[in-house]
């Protein structure tokens, strides 16, 4: 693991924890002593490859995916990490899906569900593209939509 300030591999680990995304571990640089934080991921499962509104098959790029719901959190009041979490959840959903193939709808209605629960503006943004908005109208019917099914859930 190379220390991203100077770009030394000789680092002493601090702290490690587990979680379902990985494992985190706290580390010191040893040549300049800048501390960051690094995440392990396993690789075990995999997942499948996502089918395209035109038929392609791409591989699932969990690094697009982040770019996009970032774009639909853009300035919103969220806790750091929560775009990751729900990506977590999203790529954990796929991998036990156990499917080899999942049409991109599919990841699109995972996003859209999850963002209703976590902010409805960033669910509006991200509805907006994944749907296709034509024209007002069919944003207006979607604002409609959501604000009649009452408040989201706390937990996600």
């Known amino acids: 693991m190379r220390c991203p300030a100077c770009g030394s591999d ?9 979680s379902a995304s990985g494992i985190h571990r706290r580390r010191r640089c040893r040549a300049c002593g800048q501390r960051y934080n690094t995440l392990e991921r396993v690789e075990g499962g995999r997942t499948p490859l996502i089918i395209k509104r035109d038929g392609r098959r791409e591989p699932f790029d969990r690094e697009k995916l982040i770019r996009n719901i970032r774009k639909a959190c853009d300035k919103r009041p969220l806790p750091v990490g929560e775009v ?34 976590l902010d409805r503006i960033a669910y509006i943004r991200f509805a907006s593209v994944y749907l296709n908005f034509t024209d007002i109208s069919d944003l207006a019917r979607e604002v409609e939509r959501i604000r009649h099914e009452g408040p989201p859930d706390t937990e996600p």
């Open 10 to 18: 000789d680092s002493q680990v601090l702290d490690t924890r587990d």
């Open 84 to 117: 990751e979490r729900l990506v977590d959840d999203v790529e954990q959903d796929l991998m036990q899906s156990g499917k080899s193939e999942i049409p991109s709808r599919s990841i699109g209605e995972m996003v859209m569900d999850r963002l209703l629960r």
